[in-house]
């Protein structure tokens, strides 16, 4: 905690920081921009073997080793390949999770493989579960050779250089070489194994340090970024700000339960601290993200979600307050708490690196007003859907008894629906004005603004439906459920499952089943709660 | 109120209903879905557009949209100020609606792909035309047949073909690939009008690369391998003015053919000879050694086209037709020469080009792009306009920052890059609305009247 407040200090009080690069902090280029080296570790670890650990051992140490001595690491482990399909077509077997580089990079059919991919991409064709797995391996491998092979940009191109391109370490100067491999052996010292051999080069790492950035200041001037401007990503990795978060909400959730059973007062207290503390964090992450980009961080599937999920709180935390309702919090800190948790736990499919904008996005004030406040009316129907869960829940315990918490609950629902629908109307809209300044066409039918426009019809077919008297307390709360799936379409299925359109820069692929799975047991739940309003007496 | 207007009303009423209100959103969501999902299986918007969303049942779907919000409007007459929420709402997706008919029916949505240096004036717009020009083997050519054909919507086939009928001839159009990859094949042709074909390789320890070279009818072909240029001409006809270039000429005769290396660092010829097939020759380019692999005399150029089931890079519309006891494939965008005992036709199957009363210049077109990688992050085109009525002008179009003249407005949208990741043509996306004041006003009338709607509720609701 205190090492935290520290980081925080140092943020806002950059005399405060050291003045030197650590050796988290030395700046390196990759995919489009500079990065910290911790970055660049904890990324490629991921990439290569799904985790931001390995056996242990943090993505920064595993990385140092990678480029110090890669021979061990051929045989080892490491890559991780999850569709069955490519290990049926590798022949490896279907249980296995990780394999060697050895395995894989001498494996007779990868050739072919790489070639049936190859064509498929250059027609641009949508490719499948099974070539874009393909298409992970390849990058794991490029990526896992291309470091051991000494690719890495860590040099900066001179002061007075045209090129952006930074030298690789294949491409230094002897000098330079030897000054950023004494880098790597102390730092190396500092942790044993892995074929390390510890006694090597006794040096100071900062020492070591300092020498080598002053070289790289000395020839790139400017373009070698300070401690200071690599600072604030250091910062973020270190401090995984949404890690956290969905720690706190789950611990609010938790609390707020209890607070229903045994001392109501104190629990919800420190219930509802917990929940302001997550959010501080929630909103401190964001804003860590935006300084780091230099743009909303809205621009691909897990800012969404980790949007989407500080909406979710904002609203609870409103209509908590305006309401007096405690139940309203909890609702909102445990759909959070999913929202942060698939962030956080699915960054191989929503893909959480920060990542350069495609030239369509860039310093587009009508894309950020246009994508957050869709996402935001998404953050309000998440919020009804979870409310709609609780209250079919509690209709199912018993219908009579609970007939004023469920009248509240479709009342809060049916709020949460209208300020959706504001904002997914006032956004759509935007989005066609957006469309028409960037291509000349208000409304083009791509699939991405169809679908927010179908969720859209989905909740004002309820909004009129109840005015009918066709949609009464139950119906809204089923209904706030059934139609979140048209969000979920909207939001996950569209660039997951139909693949197509001009949205095609923030496609991915994965995660269907379980998607699918959360979406076919609410079905199934609402289903079953209306067969009951229809077939069962109540029990009052 | 009169008792003719409580009439109408009266009568009104059922159209005003909000379960036709239920029943019309939901018939809109189920045909947007059906698009999104048509969209995808082809890989292609223009085909869910043609199919889905300007079909006969979505615009019946929007009439009675239109239907039932006209009459809840009037039966809300006399019209209060609580209403005004309600009313703006609804009269906005009526404005909204009636944007979109003038943007359907009176806009233009078209693109130009211009290289580098190019003036154009045309606008290809996406709508297909064919069109049949005749003329007598003397005489001068004629336009006798355009008209707009809708293939992915009606495609035409064996059962069902599509028929042109030109002077006392009839071109039968039978069949119809939505998607296909064309593909030239060189073969040996028995008209000693045809000129000759050859096929070499260029080669070194680290590349090599094959190509045909393909006179036909021309005086030149011309294949650009990276480094140097493969040229096949007609004697005494091409001129060298730079670059590294391997010039082969025929005489129309023989086997053999003259050939000259011009060497661009050498400012001139580096050494010439007679080389036919079989032969190989050194270059003197980075140990690139060229042998001539074929010799065709006499060659034409036949196209197919594969087949593919959706959309995908370098797939386009083709079609089958019958002519003269003769069968004939064509792509879209080019056209076939027809011959009969007394006429001749030429067919087009093309977008269709709109011209525009003043000519577009692209001057230059630069990318720029992320630090250290190729990946585009910014692109732009110089364009000078050229209107006859006015001065010229430079201006330059960027990634949201359009040229708007005379009533069209043009986007900066892609671009192509060779291999070597220099851009060879800028794409502009061309635009003319008429519907768009209407859209923003209708717009600006439902968010107004959502938000004024749930307002008010709310505090009813309260009281």
């Known amino acids: 905690m205190i090492k935290k407040s520290l980081f925080t200090l140092m943020l806002f009080f950059p005399a405060l920081a050291f003045a030197g690069h650590s050796y988290e902090s030395l700046p390196i280029q990759e995919s489009g921009r500079v990065k910290p080296m911790i970055t660049v570790a904890q990324e490629t670890l991921q990439l290569i073997h799904g985790k931001s650990k390995y056996e242990g051992k943090p993505a920064l140490d595993i990385f140092t080793t990678w480029l110090l001595v890669p021979e061990p690491w051929m045989k080892k482990p490491i890559i991780k390949i999850d569709h069955h399909g490519l290990k049926k077509a590798l022949n490896f077997p279907k249980e296995k999770k990780y394999f060697t580089p050895d395995e894989i990079g001498s494996h007779q059919r990868l050739n072919v493989l790489f070639s049936d991919l190859q064509v498929r991409t250059q027609r641009k064709e949508k490719l499948n579960a099974y070539y874009q797995s393909i298409q992970r391996l390849e990058s794991q491998l490029l990526t896992f050779y291309g470091i051991t092979q000494g690719a890495i940009r860590v040099f900066p191109p001179g002061k007075d250089e045209e090129t952006t391109s930074w030298k690789s370490l294949g491409q230094l100067e002897k000098s330079e070489s030897e000054a950023f491999f004494k880098i790597m052996a102390a730092y190396s010292t500092q942790f044993v194994g892995n074929g390390v051999d510890k006694a090597e080069g006794k040096v100071d790492l900062n020492d070591a340090i300092a020498g080598f950035t002053k070289m790289a200041r000395e020839h790139g001037g400017n373009k070698y970024p300070t401690a200071d401007e690599m600072s604030t990503e250091v910062q973020y990795q270190k401090l995984k700000p949404f890690f956290w978060t969905w720690i706190l909400y789950f611990l609010s959730a938790l609390l707020l339960t209890f607070s229903f059973l045994v001392l109501p007062k104190p629990l919800t207290l420190a219930g509802a601290l917990a929940f302001a503390t997550a959010f501080g964090l929630h909103t401190y992450g964001f804003i860590l993200r935006v300084i780091i980009t230099g743009r909303p961080p809205v621009s691909n599937m897990y800012e969404t979600v980790v949007w989407v999920g500080w909406g979710v709180v904002l609203f609870a935390g409103l209509f908590g307050y305006l309401k007096k309702k405690k139940w309203i919090v909890l609702v909102g800190s445990i759909v959070a708490t999913v929202c942060m948790i698939v962030a956080d736990f699915a960054p191989v499919i929503l893909d959480s690196t920060l990542q350069p904008l495609e030239p369509v996005l860039r310093s587009n004030l009508w894309l950020l007003i246009h994508v957050m406040t869709i996402t935001l009316s998404y953050a309000a129907f998440f919020l009804a859907f979870g409310i709609g869960d609780y209250g079919v829940f509690l209709y199912l315990k018993n219908r009579a008894a609970y007939k004023k918490e469920i009248r509240e609950l479709a009342q809060v629902a049916y709020n949460c629906i209208q300020i959706g629908v504001v904002l997914l109307t006032a956004g759509t809209i935007l989005g066609g004005v957006w469309a028409d300044y960037s291509w000349g066409r208000f409304w083009g039918w791509d699939p991405k603004e169809t679908w927010a426009f179908i969720a859209l019809m989905g909740y004002l077919a309820i909004l009129h439906a109840r005015l009918v008297g066709w949609v009464k307390d139950f119906g809204m709360l089923a209904g706030s459920i059934v139609s979140f799936s048209l969000v979920i379409m909207a939001w996950y299925g569209v660039n997951f499952v139909l693949g197509a359109g001009l949205h095609s820069y923030g496609f991915g692929a994965g995660g269907i089943e379980y998607v699918s799975g959360f979406v076919g047991l609410h079905l199934l739940y609402v289903g079953y709660a209306w067969f009951v309003e229809h077939y069962q007496p109540s029990k009052a | ?463």
Do not use: C
């Open chain 2, 1 to 463: 109120m009169s008792d003719a207007i409580k009439k109408f009303q009266k009568y009104n009423k059922p159209f005003a209903s909000l379960k036709l209100a239920v029943f019309v959103i939901l018939a809109m969501g189920a045909m947007s879905a059906w698009g999104t999902i048509v969209e995808s299986i082809y890989q292609d918007a223009k085909r869910a557009q043609e199919t889905v969303y300007h079909s006969w049942w979505s615009y019946t779907i929007f009439v009675l949209l239109t239907i039932n919000l006209t009459a809840v409007i009037i039966d809300r007459y006399p019209w209060k100020k609580k209403h005004a929420g309600f009313i703006s709402a609804h009269i906005g997706i009526i404005i909204l609606i009636a944007g979109s008919i003038l943007t359907r029916y009176w806009g233009i949505d078209g693109s130009m792909a211009m290289g580098i240096q190019e003036t154009k004036k045309t606008i290809s717009v996406g709508e297909t035309d064919l069109v049949v020009y005749s003329g007598l083997m003397a005489g001068g050519m004629k336009k006798v047949y355009e008209n707009e054909v809708k293939f992915l919507k009606s495609p035409p086939s064996k059962d069902n073909p599509y028929k042109i009928s030109v002077g006392g001839d009839e071109i039968v159009i039978d069949d119809f690939r939505p998607y296909a990859i064309p593909q030239s094949k060189i073969l040996k042709s028995e008209k000693k009008t045809d000129g000759p074909a050859l096929r070499f390789q260029i080669a070194n320890q680290r590349v090599s690369e094959s190509d045909w070279l393909f006179l036909g009818r021309d005086s030149f072909d011309t294949k650009n391998m990276g480094p140097a240029k493969i040229v096949l001409g007609k004697k005494g006809l091409y001129k060298w003015t730079g670059g590294n270039v391997l010039l082969l000429e025929t005489d129309g005769e023989s086997e053999a053919l003259n050939y000259t290396v011009y060497t661009a660092s050498k400012n001139g010829k580096t050494s010439s000879g007679k080389v036919k097939a079989g032969d190989s020759l050194e270059t003197g380019w980075m140990g690139l050694t060229f042998r001539i692999l074929k010799f065709l005399g006499n060659a034409r150029e036949e196209w197919s086209y594969e087949p593919l089931e959706s959309k995908a890079e370098g797939a386009i519309q083709a079609i089958r037709f019958q002519f003269n006891g003769n069968e004939y494939w064509t792509g879209l965008n080019s056209s076939v020469r027809l011959f009969s005992n007394d006429a001749f036709h030429v067919l087009v199957f093309a977008n269709r080009q709109l011209n525009m009363d003043f000519a577009l210049k692209l001057d230059e077109f630069r990318v720029g792009r992320y630090q250290g990688t190729r990946r585009a992050a910014s692109y732009e085109s110089d364009v000078s306009v050229l209107d006859p009525k006015g001065q010229p002008k430079k201006v330059t179009i960027s990634m949201n920052e359009p040229l708007y003249y005379n009533g069209f407005t043009f986007y900066q949208s892609s671009f192509q890059e060779d291999e070597m990741g220099r851009p060879t043509m800028s794409i502009l996306s061309v635009n003319r609305d008429p519907g768009r004041p209407w859209k923003y006003l209708g717009s600006l009338l439902i968010v107004f009247g959502i938000i004024h709607l749930f307002y008010f509720r709310g505090r009813k609701a309260k009281s």
